[in-house]
Protein backbone atom coordinates (compact mmCIF):
# COMPACT_ATOMS: atom_id res chain seq x y z
CA UNK A 1 0.00 0.00 0.00
CA UNK A 2 1.43 3.34 -0.96
CA UNK A 3 0.19 5.96 0.92
CA UNK A 4 -0.27 10.05 -0.66
CA UNK A 5 2.04 12.82 0.23
CA UNK A 6 -1.21 14.47 2.67
CA UNK A 7 -1.41 11.25 4.21
CA UNK A 8 1.73 11.05 5.12
CA UNK A 9 1.75 14.53 6.73
CA UNK A 10 -1.28 13.34 8.47
CA UNK A 11 -0.16 10.26 9.60
CA UNK A 12 2.98 11.88 11.04
CA UNK A 13 2.13 15.60 11.83
CA UNK A 14 5.83 17.07 10.88
CA UNK A 15 6.91 19.22 8.12
CA UNK A 16 9.73 17.51 6.14
CA UNK A 17 11.95 19.29 3.61
CA UNK A 18 13.26 17.44 0.57
CA UNK A 19 16.39 18.46 -1.28
CA UNK A 20 17.74 15.71 -3.41
CA UNK A 21 18.61 13.02 -1.25
CA UNK A 22 16.39 13.07 2.43
CA UNK A 23 17.98 15.11 4.96
CA UNK A 24 16.68 15.61 8.65
CA UNK A 25 16.18 18.72 9.77
CA UNK A 26 18.04 19.39 13.21
CA UNK A 27 16.51 22.11 15.28
CA UNK A 28 19.12 23.88 17.36
CA UNK A 29 17.70 24.87 20.53
CA UNK A 30 19.04 27.13 23.66
CA UNK A 31 16.82 25.16 26.65
CA UNK A 32 18.36 22.83 28.94
CA UNK A 33 19.47 19.96 28.40
CA UNK A 34 16.17 17.61 28.66
CA UNK A 35 14.90 20.12 26.36
CA UNK A 36 17.34 19.53 23.91
CA UNK A 37 17.09 15.60 24.39
CA UNK A 38 13.35 15.61 23.64
CA UNK A 39 13.84 17.71 20.96
CA UNK A 40 16.79 15.07 19.24
CA UNK A 41 14.07 12.50 19.96
CA UNK A 42 11.25 13.91 18.28
CA UNK A 43 13.63 14.75 14.95
CA UNK A 44 14.89 11.29 14.85
CA UNK A 45 11.09 10.33 14.83
CA UNK A 46 11.09 11.96 11.35
CA UNK A 47 12.07 9.57 9.09
CA UNK A 48 10.93 9.13 5.14
CA UNK A 49 11.35 5.63 4.13
CA UNK A 50 11.74 6.71 0.62
CA UNK A 51 14.29 8.49 -0.67
CA UNK A 52 13.45 10.43 -3.67
CA UNK A 53 9.43 10.41 -3.09
CA UNK A 54 6.79 11.31 -1.03
CA UNK A 55 5.85 7.76 -0.42
CA UNK A 56 5.81 5.61 2.42
CA UNK A 57 5.90 1.92 1.70
CA UNK A 58 4.51 -0.59 3.99
CA UNK A 59 6.38 -3.49 2.26
CA UNK A 60 9.88 -1.72 1.44
CA UNK A 61 12.45 0.25 3.93
CA UNK A 62 15.21 1.86 3.77
CA UNK A 63 18.13 2.55 6.57
CA UNK A 64 19.80 6.34 6.69
CA UNK A 65 23.07 6.41 8.08
CA UNK A 66 23.91 9.44 10.28
CA UNK A 67 26.03 12.49 8.60
CA UNK A 68 28.58 12.44 10.92
CA UNK A 69 28.37 8.68 10.89
CA UNK A 70 29.54 8.73 7.30
CA UNK A 71 32.06 11.47 8.24
CA UNK A 72 33.83 9.64 10.85
CA UNK A 73 33.25 6.51 9.51
CA UNK A 74 33.85 6.50 5.71
CA UNK A 75 32.67 3.10 3.80
CA UNK A 76 30.52 2.61 6.25
CA UNK A 77 27.29 0.79 4.82
CA UNK A 78 24.29 -1.29 4.81
CA UNK A 79 22.62 -3.69 2.41
CA UNK A 80 19.38 -4.17 3.00
CA UNK A 81 17.52 -7.58 1.89
CA UNK A 82 13.42 -8.99 2.30
CA UNK A 83 11.91 -12.14 2.62
CA UNK A 84 8.21 -12.33 2.59
CA UNK A 85 6.51 -15.49 3.64
CA UNK A 86 9.10 -17.37 5.69
CA UNK A 87 8.03 -20.22 7.25
CA UNK A 88 9.99 -20.11 10.54
CA UNK A 89 10.38 -23.57 12.74
CA UNK A 90 12.76 -25.94 14.42
CA UNK A 91 15.39 -26.65 12.06
CA UNK A 92 15.23 -30.27 10.03
CA UNK A 93 17.32 -33.14 9.01
CA UNK A 94 18.76 -31.10 5.66
CA UNK A 95 19.49 -28.04 7.88
CA UNK A 96 21.76 -29.79 10.20
CA UNK A 97 23.61 -31.38 7.58
CA UNK A 98 24.28 -28.55 5.78
CA UNK A 99 25.56 -26.93 9.03
CA UNK A 100 28.32 -29.98 9.30
CA UNK A 101 29.37 -29.13 5.86
CA UNK A 102 30.03 -26.27 6.94
CA UNK A 103 31.76 -26.97 9.99
CA UNK A 104 34.22 -29.27 7.68
CA UNK A 105 34.96 -26.17 5.47
CA UNK A 106 35.61 -24.23 8.69
CA UNK A 107 38.27 -26.55 10.29
CA UNK A 108 39.96 -26.96 6.40
CA UNK A 109 40.25 -22.98 6.28
CA UNK A 110 41.32 -22.04 9.28
CA UNK A 111 43.03 -22.64 12.71
CA UNK A 112 42.47 -20.30 15.55
CA UNK A 113 45.80 -18.93 15.25
CA UNK A 114 45.05 -17.76 11.81
CA UNK A 115 41.96 -16.08 12.76
CA UNK A 116 43.81 -12.29 13.48
CA UNK A 117 44.89 -12.33 9.54
CA UNK A 118 41.73 -12.82 8.32
CA UNK A 119 41.19 -9.00 6.30
CA UNK A 120 37.19 -9.01 6.89
CA UNK A 121 37.40 -10.05 10.64
CA UNK A 122 40.21 -7.57 11.02
CA UNK A 123 37.83 -4.33 9.49
CA UNK A 124 35.38 -5.75 12.31
CA UNK A 125 37.77 -5.96 15.07
CA UNK A 126 39.14 -2.30 13.51
CA UNK A 127 35.72 -0.95 13.44
CA UNK A 128 34.68 -2.59 17.26
CA UNK A 129 37.83 -0.62 18.65
CA UNK A 130 37.17 2.89 17.37
CA UNK A 131 33.34 2.30 18.79
CA UNK A 132 34.55 1.37 22.37
CA UNK A 133 34.01 -2.27 21.94
CA UNK A 134 36.50 -4.59 23.22
CA UNK A 135 36.63 -7.36 20.00
CA UNK A 136 38.81 -9.36 22.45
CA UNK A 137 35.92 -10.07 24.71
CA UNK A 138 32.40 -9.52 22.79
CA UNK A 139 33.56 -10.92 19.33
CA UNK A 140 32.39 -9.96 15.90
CA UNK A 141 29.54 -12.16 14.91
CA UNK A 142 31.39 -14.34 12.32
CA UNK A 143 34.45 -14.57 13.85
CA UNK A 144 32.80 -15.80 17.03
CA UNK A 145 30.94 -18.10 15.31
CA UNK A 146 34.03 -20.25 13.77
CA UNK A 147 35.81 -19.85 16.64
CA UNK A 148 32.98 -21.75 18.59
CA UNK A 149 33.38 -24.35 15.56
CA UNK A 150 37.04 -24.33 15.53
CA UNK A 151 37.35 -25.35 19.09
CA UNK A 152 34.59 -28.12 18.94
CA UNK A 153 31.96 -25.78 20.49
CA UNK A 154 28.26 -26.29 19.23
CA UNK A 155 26.98 -23.83 17.28
CA UNK A 156 23.83 -22.75 19.45
CA UNK A 157 20.75 -24.18 17.16
CA UNK A 158 17.80 -20.82 17.62
CA UNK A 159 15.30 -22.05 14.48
CA UNK A 160 15.43 -22.31 10.79
CA UNK A 161 15.59 -18.33 9.51
CA UNK A 162 18.43 -17.57 12.57
CA UNK A 163 20.39 -20.40 11.63
CA UNK A 164 20.43 -20.16 8.24
CA UNK A 165 21.64 -17.01 8.41
CA UNK A 166 24.34 -17.77 10.99
CA UNK A 167 25.60 -20.19 8.31
CA UNK A 168 25.56 -17.69 5.54
CA UNK A 169 28.23 -15.52 7.98
CA UNK A 170 30.32 -18.09 9.00
CA UNK A 171 30.64 -18.68 5.57
CA UNK A 172 31.12 -15.45 3.89
CA UNK A 173 32.69 -13.89 7.10
CA UNK A 174 30.09 -10.61 6.76
CA UNK A 175 28.14 -10.06 9.61
CA UNK A 176 24.30 -10.32 9.26
CA UNK A 177 21.18 -9.45 11.18
CA UNK A 178 17.54 -9.95 10.70
CA UNK A 179 14.24 -8.72 12.04
CA UNK A 180 10.57 -9.48 12.39
CA UNK A 181 9.72 -6.85 9.55
CA UNK A 182 6.39 -6.22 10.83
CA UNK A 183 7.36 -5.27 14.22
CA UNK A 184 9.53 -2.08 12.31
CA UNK A 185 7.51 1.10 12.18
CA UNK A 186 8.77 3.68 10.20
CA UNK A 187 12.37 3.93 8.30
CA UNK A 188 15.97 2.78 9.99
CA UNK A 189 18.19 4.90 11.15
CA UNK A 190 21.73 4.48 12.24
CA UNK A 191 22.93 7.02 14.45
CA UNK A 192 25.48 8.26 17.84
CA UNK A 193 23.04 7.12 20.88
CA UNK A 194 22.49 9.52 23.11
CA UNK A 195 23.60 9.07 27.13
CA UNK A 196 20.68 7.08 29.24
CA UNK A 197 19.07 5.42 26.06
CA UNK A 198 17.63 2.30 27.20
CA UNK A 199 18.20 -1.14 24.97
CA UNK A 200 17.05 -4.51 25.50
CA UNK A 201 18.58 -6.83 23.32
CA UNK A 202 18.16 -10.51 22.87
CA UNK A 203 18.88 -12.64 25.83
CA UNK A 204 18.97 -9.68 28.22
CA UNK A 205 17.51 -9.85 31.74
CA UNK A 206 16.47 -6.50 31.48
CA UNK A 207 17.34 -3.37 29.76
CA UNK A 208 20.46 -1.86 29.70
CA UNK A 209 21.59 2.32 29.94
CA UNK A 210 23.29 3.07 27.22
CA UNK A 211 26.57 5.36 27.71
CA UNK A 212 26.65 7.33 24.71
CA UNK A 213 28.42 7.23 21.66
CA UNK A 214 27.62 3.60 20.81
CA UNK A 215 26.63 3.36 16.97
CA UNK A 216 23.20 2.05 16.97
CA UNK A 217 19.82 1.59 14.71
CA UNK A 218 16.62 2.81 15.62
CA UNK A 219 12.87 3.14 14.05
CA UNK A 220 10.60 5.59 14.31
CA UNK A 221 10.07 4.79 17.86
CA UNK A 222 12.85 2.89 19.47
CA UNK A 223 15.90 1.22 19.02
CA UNK A 224 16.18 -1.95 17.27
CA UNK A 225 19.97 -2.99 17.53
CA UNK A 226 23.55 -1.54 18.32
CA UNK A 227 25.52 -1.77 15.70
CA UNK A 228 26.61 -4.72 14.50
CA UNK A 229 26.80 -7.01 16.99
CA UNK A 230 23.22 -7.16 19.04
CA UNK A 231 19.76 -7.09 18.23
CA UNK A 232 16.67 -6.36 20.00
CA UNK A 233 14.39 -8.35 21.71
CA UNK A 234 11.38 -7.10 20.22
CA UNK A 235 11.88 -6.98 17.00
CA UNK A 236 13.77 -10.74 16.65
CA UNK A 237 12.95 -13.87 14.30
CA UNK A 238 9.79 -15.86 16.58
CA UNK A 239 7.63 -18.46 15.61
CA UNK A 240 5.35 -16.18 14.23
CA UNK A 241 7.22 -14.22 11.97
CA UNK A 242 6.25 -14.01 8.20
CA UNK A 243 8.11 -11.11 6.60
CA UNK A 244 12.06 -10.38 7.41
CA UNK A 245 14.14 -7.55 7.21
CA UNK A 246 17.86 -8.84 6.66
CA UNK A 247 21.08 -6.69 7.31
CA UNK A 248 24.29 -7.16 6.31
CA UNK A 249 26.18 -5.23 8.02
CA UNK A 250 29.19 -3.40 6.33
CA UNK A 251 32.42 -1.54 8.26
CA UNK A 252 35.08 0.35 6.26
CA UNK A 253 37.53 -1.66 4.96
CA UNK A 254 34.74 -4.54 3.43
CA UNK A 255 33.90 -3.96 0.04
CA UNK A 256 30.51 -3.82 -1.59
CA UNK A 257 31.24 -6.46 -4.24
CA UNK A 258 31.86 -8.66 -0.51
CA UNK A 259 28.72 -7.44 1.48
CA UNK A 260 26.63 -8.09 -1.85
CA UNK A 261 28.01 -11.86 -2.29
CA UNK A 262 27.33 -11.97 1.05
CA UNK A 263 23.85 -11.42 0.76
CA UNK A 264 23.67 -13.62 -1.86
CA UNK A 265 24.09 -16.85 -0.12
CA UNK A 266 22.17 -15.34 2.97
CA UNK A 267 19.03 -15.03 0.55
CA UNK A 268 20.01 -18.62 -1.16
CA UNK A 269 19.81 -20.21 2.13
CA UNK A 270 17.13 -18.46 4.04
CA UNK A 271 15.10 -19.25 1.08
CA UNK A 272 16.26 -22.71 0.44
CA UNK A 273 15.42 -23.84 4.14
CA UNK A 274 12.76 -21.00 5.39
CA UNK A 275 10.52 -20.89 2.33
CA UNK A 276 9.60 -17.43 1.29
CA UNK A 277 10.76 -14.59 -1.88
CA UNK A 278 13.57 -12.93 -1.37
CA UNK A 279 15.06 -9.21 -3.09
CA UNK A 280 17.36 -7.02 -2.64
CA UNK A 281 16.83 -3.29 -1.58
Known amino acids: MFLS ?23 RTHGNQSSKNSRK ?7 ITDRSQWIVNDIDMTLEIERSLRDRFPGLQVILEYVDGVRVKESGAELQEFKKGICG ?10 LKDVSIFRSYRDFFWKVGIDPTKIRPAAEALVRRILADKPIPMINNVVDSYNLASIKTEVALAAFNRDELKGGLLMRTAESGERFNGIGMNEPMDLNGGEVVISDAEKLVAIYPYRDADRSKVSATTKNLLILVCGVPGIHEKTLN ?14 GGEGRFE
Not at 105 to 114: D, G
Open 41 to 47: KEERKKI
Open 5 to 27: YYEILHAISFPVRLEGELKREIT
Open 261 to 274: DAGKVALQLVTKFC
Open 105 to 114: EVKRKYSLES
